[in-house]
């Protein structure tokens, strides 16, 4: 069987914060920001449930569907709005959504994670999964810590999968967890982010590349055929090491952290829509789509462009 993406939304507050903007505050640079990340600038602001229906919404309108069409809401959030109720909830009300609505969280990698979810939703019988990945991390941020300050952001992006008897876009997943690492990165109820940023760095090269090789290991392709990869927006210095690492030239890599910086399981999504904006998505085309996150949690997959 096969699984579409059909269409694809984003939303992002309207906010620009920049380095020298967290300059002013914290005993930081935007020089050092931008050597040692590659971040210019974050976007700040809304809350999970509006910037993720603001997504989603865009992502229906896209695949040329109605609310009603929609089978199944899966939302993933690493800084739901509440404990409970699932932030699904919400998201499904603002959209107008009838169908079944839950949270998915695996950190960074929780869009991937989702979209496998929902590859799973279609196998058994839905025809049409609504994938969010949406945002708040900046509620969750100590501003006066400049480790997680200069890194975390807001935003939200979603695609609808589509269930398709002849052309399937999914070729290959590779995910996992070690929850052994869990302490590297955290926050705790009312608490903040924090993290061994120098660890997870070294570890996030790590499986990222792993699972990567086992995604395209499995989808029978080498990187030499890939177009793109579109991976998590976390730091410009992983991405750089695992496209080495994967004998993939910076030119194929999306990178929009730049511009948005990190914002977790929305930033996939958001790198997606970078890339289609910029004539860079075209069908036939293999890409790989990879993440990681706390927990550590990865999950790495490639796709082939239907349309
Ligand atoms: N400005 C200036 N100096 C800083 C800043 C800052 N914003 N942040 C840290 N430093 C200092 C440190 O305090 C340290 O100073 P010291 O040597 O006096 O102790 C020095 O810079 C070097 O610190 P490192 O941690 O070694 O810096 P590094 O080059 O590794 O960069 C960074 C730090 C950007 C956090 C990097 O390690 C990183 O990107 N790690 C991975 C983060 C990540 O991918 N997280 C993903 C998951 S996020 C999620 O799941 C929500």
Known sequence: MGARFTGWGIALPDRIVTNDELSKTL???????????????????????SLGAIAGRAAIDDAGVNASDIDFLVLATSAADRITPATSAMVAHEIGLSCPAMDVNAACSGFMYAVRTAQGLLETGNKRVLVVGSEHLSRFVDWNDRNMAVLLADGAGATVLEYDPTENDILSFSLGVEGADAELLTCEHEGYFRMDGAEVFRRAVRVVVE????AMAMAGITSDELSLIIPHQANIRIIQAVCQRLNIEMDRAVVSLDRYGNTSSASIPLAFDDARKNDRIHKGDYALLTGFGAGMTWASAVVQWSK
């Open 211 to 214: 699972s990567s090789e086992k």
């Open 27 to 49: 005993s930081t640079s935007d020089a050092w920001i931008q050597e040692r990340t590659g971040i210019k600038e974050r976007r700040i602001g809304g809350t999970v449930t």
